[in-house]
């Protein structure tokens, strides 16, 4: 567990998550646009009690939004966020995986993506999804001090 791990931390209780269909409908958050070099990643505002909910059981600085991610993904590394705690809703294909690899873009290891179970990741390696047939939707959590950075570094 090298890049991943799964942690013991509580479901989100169901009435606080939005269906995946009504994320994806919605504009993306004007504030957290997505980065004009990526075509596969959007954000979606959460709901102030999902918000709250977040904070209150991290109780650390945390930005909380859904990471709407489709079929183009690539390897990539997030900029400014080292790692990242997901909460998946829709993970997108049967076989949702994420991979990741080293600085020479070799593959390293790879993680099955499971609905309603968190993930810690980290996010200055290169990682990407495969098996996304669909659209991916999750509650993400970065941790950052600066919050959310769209940016993305292929
Ligand atoms: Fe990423």
Same mark, same amino acid.
């Given at each position: 567990?090298?890049?991943?791990? *799964?942690p013991d931390? /509580?479901? #989100?209780?169901?009435?606080?998550?939005?269906h995946?269909?009504?994320?994806?409908?919605?504009?993306?958050?004007?504030?957290? /646009? /997505? =980065?004009?070099?990526?075509?596969? %990643?959007?954000?979606?505002?959460?709901?102030?009690?999902?918000?709250?909910w977040?904070?209150d059981h991290?109780k =650390?600085? !945390? =930005?909380?939004? *859904?990471?709407?991610i489709?079929?183009?993904?690539?390897?990539h590394?997030d900029?400014r966020?080292?790692?990242?705690c997901?909460?998946?809703?829709?993970k997108g294909?049967?076989d949702a995986?994420? !991979?990741f690899?080293d600085?020479e873009?070799?593959f390293?290891e790879? *993680?099955?993506?499971l609905?309603?179970?968190?993930?810690?990741?980290?996010?200055?390696?290169?990682h990407? #999804?495969?098996?996304?047939?669909?659209?991916?939707?999750a509650?993400?959590? !970065? %941790?950052?001090?600066?919050?959310?950075?769209?940016?993305?570094?292929?």
């Amino acid at each position: 567990m090298k890049y991943l791990i *799964y942690p013991d931390l /509580p479901t #989100v209780p169901e009435e606080l998550l939005e269906h995946p269909d009504s994320i994806i409908s919605r504009p993306y958050d004007k504030e957290h /646009p /997505p =980065a004009s070099v990526v075509n596969f %990643f959007e954000t979606r505002r959460v709901s102030k009690q999902l918000d709250e909910w977040v904070r209150d059981h991290v109780k =650390a600085d !945390c =930005a909380v939004q *859904y990471q709407i991610i489709n079929s183009h993904i690539v390897p990539h590394r997030d900029i400014r966020r080292k790692m990242a705690c997901n909460y998946l809703l829709q993970k997108g294909g049967e076989d949702a995986t994420i !991979c990741f690899f080293d600085q020479e873009k070799v593959f390293q290891e790879s *993680y099955p993506m499971l609905e309603r179970v968190w993930h810690i990741l980290k996010t200055d390696e290169f990682h990407t #999804v495969t098996g996304v047939t669909g659209i991916r939707v999750a509650l993400s959590i !970065c %941790f950052d001090r600066f919050g959310w950075d769209q940016g993305f570094k292929e």
